[in-house]
C-alpha cells in the first residue's frame, strides 16, 4: 500500500479551546459555551497558506501557498512540493490561490487527478488580475508529483492596477455540471455595478471554463454572459448547502461582513449600500435603505474578516450539521451560524490562537482547519478532534 492510501493520523500535542459567544448586530446573543467541543491537534506547517482541497478517496490533500508553492500533505503529514506550478503575481492579497479537485474522480491512488487552480497572474504595466486554470496532477510515485497540461480557462476581466481583493474562490454544483468562481471588485468599487466587465462579480462556468448556457445577462455578450451575481466587494468563500443553494461570504470595508444567499440576476448592493462604512469613516447607506437590492442573510459588526466555510454534513459533531462553520481571521475564530429558510443567525463561536484562512470536511466527516500564517509567516494545518475522544 502507498502512503497515498488513506493513513492513520499521527496525534501531535493537542490544544484545548475555550469557547464564547457574540452576535452580528440584530440577532440574538449566541450561546455562552464553557469550552469548544473539540480539541486542535497541528499536523503541518506552511508558508503563509491559502486554501485546500481533499481527495475524497485517499484523503490526500492540496494546499497553496500565496507565494506560489503547491503542497501535497498525507493526512499524518508527509509534504511534497507539485511541480508545474504557474507563475504568480505575489504581493498585497495577491499569490496563488484556491484549489480544487474536479467531481466524481475516484481510485485508491492518488494519480492522473484533475484540478482547478486560480492565481492573481501579471498584465501589461501595473496591471494584473485572476486567473482560473486546469491541469492533471501526475505522480511517477508517491510523493512525486506535477502539475501537466495547465490551462488557463478564465481571467477576470479587466486587469486593473492594485493588489487587493481578487476572491477567486472555486465551487462546483453538487452535480458536477457547473463552475462557480468569485470575482472580487479588485478595490476600485464602481465596477461592482457595471456588467460590461466580471469584477465585483460571481460568474457561472462550465467546467472547460465557458460561460454556462441560461446565465441571467447571457444576452449581452461576453463577458457579462458570465455573470451570475453582482455587487459583490470581496467573496472569500463559495459553498453549496445541502439543499444545493449556493451561499457567499463576503468582505465588508469598515464593519459589514456578510454571508448572502446567491441567486441568479441579483445585485449585492456594493458600493451603494453596506453595513459597514468606509475606512476613512465615510459612511454607506445600509441594506436597509435599499430593499431592492439583495441583502445578507446575516452581517457583523465588529467584523469577523471570513476566510473560506463550509457546510457541515459529518459525524463528529452531529449538532453542527447543515451549519455554515466560518474560517475567521479578525478575531481568530471558528464561527458557527445555522440558516433557517433564506434566512441566517451566529449560534456559536470558539475562539482559535491564530487566525483560521481555511477550513475543509474530510471523506470522513473530519474537519481540517488551516491557519493563515500572518502572524508568524508560518500556518499550520490542524485536525479538530471531538473532545469527548
Known sequence: MT?????????????????CGAAAPGDKAAPQDAA??????????????????????TGVMLVTE???????????????????????????????????????????????????LSWAEAGEGDTRGAAL????????????????????????????????????RIAFSPDGQYLFVSSGERQKMAPAQDLSNTLGTIVRLLPDGTPAPGNPFAARGAPGDQIWS??????????????GRLWGLEHGPKGGDELNLIEPGRNYGWPLVSDGDHYDGTQIPRHATRPDLAGPAISWNPVIAPGDFIFYTGDDFPEWRGEAVIAAMKPAALVRVAITGNGAREVARYPMPHRIREIEQGPNGTLWLLEDGQESATGRLLRLIPATR
Open 230 to 243: 453582482y455587487g459583490h466587494r470581496n467573496v472569500l468563500g463559495l459553498a453549496l448547502d445541502p439543499q
Open 66 to 116: 500565496r507565494a506560489g508553492a503547491l503542497k501535497l500533505v498525507t493526512p499524518d503529514g508527509k509534504i511534497s512540493d507539485v511541480a508545474g506550478v504557474p507563475k504568480v503575481d505575489f504581493g498585497g492579497q495577491g499569490g496563488l490561490g484556491d484549489v480544487r479537485l474536479a467531481p466524481g474522480q475516484t481510485g485508491t491512488t492518488f494519480d492522473r487527478r484533475t484540478i482547478y
Open 3 to 19: 502512503i497515498f492510501r488513506i493513513l492513520t493520523l499521527v496525534s501531535p500535542l493537542p490544544i484545548a479551546l475555550a469557547s
Open 133 to 168: 486554470g486546469r491541469g492533471t496532477i501526475a505522480c511517477d510515485r508517491a510523493m512525486a508529483c506535477a502539475l501537466q497540461d495547465l490551462k488557463v480557462i478564465w481571467r477576470q476581466q479587466p486587469k486593473v492596477t492594485g493588489r487587493g481583493h481578487y476572491s477567486h
Open 36 to 57: 469548544a467541543p473539540f480539541r486542535a491537534e497541528p499536523v503541518a506547517r506552511f508558508e503563509a497558506p491559502w486554501a485546500m482541497d481533499i481527495d475524497r478517496d
